[in-house]
């Protein structure tokens, strides 16, 4: 790739090692894809990468011994859960590699800064471990990160995505050897973005939003209006139980309102720690009135201002909003994959399902495909036996083969899916998996379908990627006979009225929409003087945004926003910000290189 050797310089002079105790990233969010491409670019064992080195022809790799059962500790950066998968997938790791996988989040943990700090003094964070990038880079310089080099080759697998392993590792350490493999990889190319909805964008019932009359949206007042419309109409749901035009939580919270941070994308702007990265490829601080966060703060201010913000949202966590999506008490998505907790084809032909509606000042920032990676990686522990070594890459090449792939992103056979004349076809209990309680039978782990999914929560193959088997995407929402089944009355609808056959045909045509590339580059580590101010800053901006939206009026949301900068400036928020600007340089010239 023609962006390696120039952000590997830029890097070369802002990478260094920090403490162990200078815990601390802000990576952006990732985009699992939901299509496939050509796979032309895949490298085979014993080809040269762009990093100029020649791999060694595969070898057999080494037996794993299966006789005793194997509790792999797995510290999870990813993981909204902790303890040790069950269900349908853990039954299928455990016959397949009788390995218990025993989850370690230190996003549930109550303190994960801690629990990161604890574990690496102890010098084992995980058998293995998934981290952002800057952390991944910190405990290579460790020594917490088993060395892969001399073993990749022999696991044809991984080995499919060589290019991007090679990529990402030539910027960790001396550049010379393969210690993580990148997350979230695919085979579609660099620049692609071939997925059927952008990531984040407001969505509406289209039941209720014909019902309030289908009004033309030209700017977020518009949006709130209809929100308003629709929410005086249907104060409750169907059940009774009080709805809301936007619910938020606080768990997700980094170092700003992550539910403000994602919206700031409709506007032409990625939050990237104390800066916000444009579509133009400026850079801003955060507390710029002129940017997005700014505008998309105000904008849940003034939701909650005309009633529409559901007053459980300081205090509620993920977990309550999903009871709420599904009990249809909340009236406006932002992210794509919220559809499954509602969207079924029978609510499609009902006409209620929800779906994309634009908003004609509107530039989304849509990253493309994460071709190189989503900015985690996949780490084995250092500490670990060679037997046990054995085991876990055993496992890896598993999880990047077809079958685990698969498995991760279209479930099991014969329960969510079957085979019909060489295509995959999703059953009813497969539609369903995501918004009802699909029971699993005993045989194949029991329980609900839902509580058994894989807990890791990041996969190394993207499910835009294509499936050798099928030829199609392993999404299973981008399978043709998907496709086809999702043709229902509202999508028929939206596109009669659009135009378009879906929304990033639509936002394309109308200019609403910039794709930039995804580059997944190693990023300067914090040093503890920084850490220590992003982690004040981040508590100032999280708790002042959050009373910004529950502000009384606009001169308390104004003055509120002023004191937040004030006391930012008296916590070294300038130089974070500057160190921040310098950070994302070599990520904004690879851009550039990229497209």
Request: charged share 20%; proline share 3%; net charge negative.
């Amino acid at each position: 790739m023609k962006f390696k050797k120039m952000a590997s310089l830029a890097l070369a002079g802002i990478m260094t090692a920090s403490m162990i105790a200078g815990c601390g990233s802000d990576a952006g969010t990732g985009n699992s894809g939901t299509t496939g491409g050509d796979t032309t670019e895949t490298q085979t064992a014993t080809q040269t990468a762009d990093t100029g080195t020649e791999t060694a022809a595969a070898t057999e790799a080494p037996t794993a011994s299966h006789d005793e059962t194997y509790t792999v500790d797995f510290y999870d950066v990813a993981a909204n859960f902790q303890g040790v998968q069950s269900g349908w997938y853990g039954k299928i790791v455990k016959d397949k590699f009788n390995m218990d996988l025993n989850i370690i989040a230190p996003q549930v943990a109550g303190d994960g800064q801690t629990l990161y700090q604890t574990r690496c003094a102890a010098g084992a964070l995980g058998d293995l471990i998934i981290l952002d990038n800057a952390d991944a880079q910190e405990c290579v310089e460790s020594g917490l990160i088993h060395d892969l080099t001399d073993v990749l080759a022999n696991y044809p697998n991984l080995m499919k995505y060589e290019k991007q392993i090679k990529e990402f590792n030539s910027m960790m350490g001396d550049g010379t050897k393969i210690y993580a493999i990148p997350l979230e990889m695919n085979n579609n190319g660099p620049t692609d973005y071939r997925q059927l909805h952008v990531y984040t964008y407001p969505r509406i019932g289209w039941d209720m939003y014909n019902e309030v009359g289908a009004p033309e949206l030209k700017n977020t007042d518009d949006l709130l209006a209809c929100l308003k419309a629709i929410q005086d109409a249907h104060p409750t749901n169907d059940k009774g139980d009080p709805a809301y035009a936007i619910s938020m939580w606080k768990d997700w919270d980094s170092y700003f309102m992550e539910n403000v941070a994602q919206l700031t994308k409709w506007y032409g702007q990625e939050v990237n720690g104390s800066v916000m990265i444009g579509t133009d490829n400026s850079i801003a601080p955060l507390t710029d009135k002129a940017g997005a966060y700014y505008k998309m703060l105000k904008f849940f201010y003034q939701a909650n201002q005309m009633g529409l913000v559901d007053p459980d949202s300081a205090t509620q966590d993920w977990n309550s909003i999903v009871s709420k999506m599904q009990d249809k008490r909340i009236y406006l998505y932002w992210y794509s994959w919220q559809y499954g907790f509602w969207n079924t084809p029978a609510r499609g032909e009902e006409g209620v399902n929800y779906i994309e509606i634009p908003v004609a000042d509107t530039n989304l920032y849509q990253p493309s495909d994460t071709y190189f990676g989503d900015g985690r990686v996949l780490c084995v522990g250092s500490q670990v036996s060679d037997e046990n070594f054995a085991r876990l890459m055993e496992f890896l090449d598993w999880y990047a083969s077809p079958e685990g792939v698969q498995i991760q992103h279209g479930g099991t056979e014969g329960l969510i899916y079957t085979v019909e004349n060489g295509k995959y076809v999703l059953t009813e209990d497969g539609f369903n998996r995501f918004s009802a309680e699909v029971a699993v039978p005993e045989d194949q782990g029991g329980g609900n379908w839902n509580d058994g999914n894989n807990q890791i929560n990041q996969w190394i193959v993207a499910s835009c990627d294509v499936n050798p088997d099928t030829n199609e995407p392993y999404g299973t929402d981008m399978w043709s006979s998907t496709i086809e089944k999702n043709q229902t009355k509202t999508t028929k609808e939206w596109s009669e009225k659009f135009g378009a056959a879906d929304d990033v045909e639509y936002l394309k045509k109308n200019n609403m929409m910039t794709v930039v590339p995804s580059i997944n580059i190693a990023l300067a580590i914090d040093t503890t003087d920084i850490s220590l101010i992003r982690s004040q800053c981040g508590d100032v901006i999280k708790d002042a945004s959050w009373r910004m939206v529950f502000a009384k009026d606009d001169a308390d949301f104004e003055a509120q926003w002023d004191a937040m900068a004030e006391q930012l400036n008296g916590l070294g928020w300038e130089d974070l910000v500057n160190f921040d600007t310098e950070k994302y340089g070599p990520m904004i010239e690879a851009r550039k290189a990229a497209q």
